[in-house]
């Protein structure tokens, strides 16, 4: 099977922790091991949330004043370059000979695209209210809470296209796991008067980029994997219940927390959709689980489908 990982951003930083290469390090390797079972029976491509070091490096640069701060989109490239260098290093040490391959992945986005007025993605880390403001006032940025604290929020337009797909695909025809659209791709969009193709200062939601990514590059199944079982119905109320199957209808018809599941629920929708095949979301631990359809939420285009179970662990 050709398989498309979206791993959540609990996979290289989780919230509260210092943004330390070397915690980073622990837990992609933690990441891989899981990974690595998947990718000895099936074709894997491999995408990743990267807000947190995106807004460390943005931290960073404004910190250099004798040069101007440098824009999302470099930062993203910057953020894809080494988390899949991590990432690529955790896979060869777990899958010794396997070839693995990231590739810096521009997205096409739209200049009319209401996001840019209305900036709600939130990157790098969390902080208090009143540093928050403290640093909105001193570089220019938006704010909002996020949980019990406040992070940066930028504009999050829609992906359009995957500018490097033929090469993925090249890649993925050789054997080799690919990591590519890391943190959603690096927004890019081309000039309507010259036709050239640049950079714009936003960032692409990672959950949709992998719909599209699945979507383009025609994957049997789509896995977006995070730090909870399964989707849950209700979720941090007291009636809270895990759903374990589901329709993209049955699960547009709920309410999510935005930012948080919300983007996974519409990205496996727009797979389901689109496609026809089935979409998984669950725990990064239990991916193969996720895969045979023993664990987390399995989204299908009927609730017969979604319940099937079939064992997708046997088919290669």
Same mark, same amino acid.
């Given at each position: 099977?050709? %398989?498309?990982?979206?791993?959540?951003?609990?996979? #290289?930083?989780?919230?509260?922790? !210092?943004?330390?290469?070397?915690?980073?390090?622990?837990?992609?390797? /933690?990441?891989?091991?899981? =990974?690595?079972?998947?990718?000895?029976?099936?074709?894997?491509?491999?995408?990743?949330?990267?807000?947190?070091?995106?807004?460390?490096?943005? #931290?960073?640069?404004?910190?250099?004043?004798?040069?101007?701060?440098? !824009?999302?989109?470099?930062?993203?490239? &910057?953020?894809?370059?080494? =988390?899949?260098?991590? #990432? *690529?290093?955790? +896979?060869?040490?777990?899958?010794?000979?396997?070839? %693995?391959?990231?590739? #810096?992945?521009?997205?096409?986005?739209?200049?009319?695209?209401?996001?840019?007025?209305? $900036?709600?993605? $939130?990157?790098?880390?969390?902080? @208090? &209210?009143?540093?928050?403001?403290?640093?909105?006032?001193?570089?220019?940025?938006?704010?909002?809470?996020?949980?019990?604290?406040?992070?940066?929020?930028?504009?999050?337009? &829609?992906?359009?296209?995957?500018? *490097?797909? /033929?090469?993925?695909?090249?890649?993925?025809?050789?054997?080799?796991?690919?990591?590519?659209?890391?943190?959603?791709?690096?927004?890019?969009?081309?000039?309507?008067?010259?036709?050239?193709?640049?950079?714009?200062?936003?960032?692409?939601?990672?959950?949709?980029?992998?719909?599209?990514?699945?979507?383009?590059? *025609?994957?049997?199944?789509?896995?977006?994997?995070?730090?909870?079982?399964?989707?849950?119905?209700?979720?941090?109320?007291?009636?809270?219940?895990?759903?374990?199957?589901?329709? $993209?209808?049955? +699960?547009?018809?709920?309410?999510?927390?935005?930012?948080?599941?919300?983007?996974?629920?519409?990205?496996?929708?727009?797979?389901? /959709?689109?496609?026809?095949?089935?979409?998984?979301?669950?725990?990064?631990?239990?991916?193969?689980?996720?895969?045979?359809?023993?664990?987390? @939420?399995?989204?299908? $285009?009927?609730?017969?489908?979604?319940?099937?179970?079939?064992?997708?662990?046997?088919?290669?």
């Amino acid at each position: 099977m050709r %398989v498309v990982v979206a791993l959540g951003g609990n996979a #290289l930083m989780r919230r509260g922790e !210092p943004l330390e290469a070397s915690v980073q390090r622990e837990h992609v390797a /933690e990441a891989a091991r899981s =990974i690595a079972a998947l990718a000895k029976h099936h074709s894997l491509l491999l995408t990743h949330g990267n807000g947190p070091q995106v807004g460390l490096l943005a #931290l960073q640069s404004e910190s250099y004043r004798a040069v101007r701060p440098y !824009p999302l989109d470099v930062l993203v490239a &910057e953020s894809e370059g080494m =988390i899949g260098y991590l #990432l *690529e290093q955790a +896979l060869q040490n777990e899958l010794s000979g396997r070839q %693995v391959a990231t590739v #810096l992945t521009e997205v096409d986005v739209d200049l009319a695209d209401p996001a840019f007025a209305h $900036p709600t993605k $939130p990157v790098g880390p969390v902080y @208090t &209210e009143g540093e928050a403001h403290r640093l909105a006032t001193e570089h220019g940025w938006q704010v909002a809470r996020d949980g019990a604290g406040y992070r940066r929020v930028v504009a999050s337009p &829609e992906p359009r296209r995957i500018v *490097e797909m /033929e090469t993925i695909r090249r890649l993925v025809d050789t054997g080799a796991i690919v990591i590519c659209a890391g943190g959603g791709g690096i927004p890019v969009f081309v000039d309507p008067a010259s036709g050239r193709r640049e950079g714009i200062e936003a960032v692409i939601d990672k959950d949709l980029s992998a719909a599209l990514l699945a979507i383009q590059v *025609e994957a049997d199944f789509l896995m977006l994997l995070t730090d909870v079982d399964a989707v849950e119905e209700g979720w941090g109320g007291p009636g809270a219940r895990p759903i374990r199957s589901a329709t $993209p209808a049955r +699960l547009r018809s709920l309410s999510f927390a935005a930012g948080s599941m919300a983007p996974k629920i519409e990205a496996a929708c727009r797979f389901v /959709e689109a496609t026809g095949r089935r979409a998984g979301i669950g725990s990064l631990a239990r991916a193969s689980e996720i895969l045979a359809g023993r664990s987390g @939420t399995s989204i299908a $285009p009927t609730e017969a489908q979604a319940t099937a179970g079939t064992s997708y662990e046997a088919i290669s």
